[in-house]
Nanobody
Framework: QVQLVESGGGLVQPGGSLRLSCAAS????????MTWYRQAPGNQREFVAF???????GYRDSVKGRFTIARDNAKNTLYLQMDSLKPEDTAVYYC?????????WGRGTQVTVSS
């Protein structure tokens, strides 16, 4: 059974930093691309960043230069380092992967950026 469990969210002031984690189990983690999404109230879920199994990364334009996605295959864990946070980054952040036709989502972790 594939499980993705996010952690690390919280309340932070504008300009602050947070590091999100996503612990994966039930998959051969090193072989899978992993993605972070987010969903703000009233908005659709949107792509934030991905990292392929070969380490290649990609980001949505609004987070480039502020967010860094990384993975630790030895720990089966995905990370999202978020710096210079802005109020518009407020959302529930989800990690995602897929295996064949199946999609797997975590339950999300809330990030609130407010003074």
């Amino acid at each position: 059974q594939v499980q993705l469990v996010e952690s690390g969210g919280g309340l932070v002031q504008p300009g602050g930093s947070l590091r999100l984690s996503c612990a994966a189990s039930g998959i051969d983690f090193s072989r899978h691309g992993m993605t972070w999404y987010r969903q703000a109230p009233g908005n659709q879920r949107e792509f934030v960043a991905f990292i392929n199994n070969d380490g290649r990364t990609g980001y949505r334009d609004s987070v480039k230069g502020r967010f860094t996605i990384a993975r630790d295959n030895a720990k089966n864990t995905l990370y999202l380092q978020m710096d210079s946070l802005k109020p518009e980054d407020t959302a529930v952040y989800y990690c995602y992967t897929n295996r064949g036709p199946n999609d797997y989502w975590g339950r999300g972790t809330q990030v609130t950026v407010s003074s």
